[in-house]
Nanobody, 123 residues
Framework: QVQLVESGGGLVQAGGSLRISCAASGRTFSSYTMAWFRQAPGKEREFVSTITLSGANTYYTDSVKGRFTISRDNAKNTVYLQMNSLKPEDTAVYYC????????????????WGQGTQVTVSS
């Protein structure tokens, strides 16, 4: 089992940047495919990005391609989401998720979730 704790959310102006982090417990972090999801007010949770075990493969939803970058540091048990050129429509609670095993381009079901971190983009 893995526990996930997100951090780094906040308020930023449109066009700005923010990096959010997700720290995982345990000694098997490198065995988990990691992902970011988000949920805006009144909307369903949606997939944002995923990264495979070593970080070799990444995948993004179309709306964030070219603006967001997912990365991971297995030595620190941490996955990151660098968000650039932020838009008001990126406002949401961002959730980190984990799935044990190698799942490239997986936008589906994940097994473990963090509590979320709020990202608010003002216009």
């Amino acid at each position: 089992q893995v526990q996930l704790v997100e951090s780094g959310g906040g308020l930023v102006q449109a066009g700005g940047s923010l990096r959010i982090s997700c720290a995982a417990s345990g000694r098997t972090f490198s065995s988990y495919t990691m992902a970011w999801f988000r949920q805006a007010p009144g909307k369903e949770r949606e997939f944002v990005s995923t990264i495979t075990l070593s970080g070799a493969n990444t995948y993004y939803t179309d709306s964030v391609k070219g603006r967001f970058t997912i990365s991971r540091d297995n030595a620190k048990n941490t996955v990151y989401l660098q968000m650039n050129s932020l838009k008001p429509e990126d406002t949401a609670v961002y959730y980190c998720a984990a799935k044990r095993g190698y799942y490239p381009n997986c936008a589906g079901v994940y097994d473990y979730w963090g509590q979320g971190t709020q990202v608010t983009v003002s216009s």
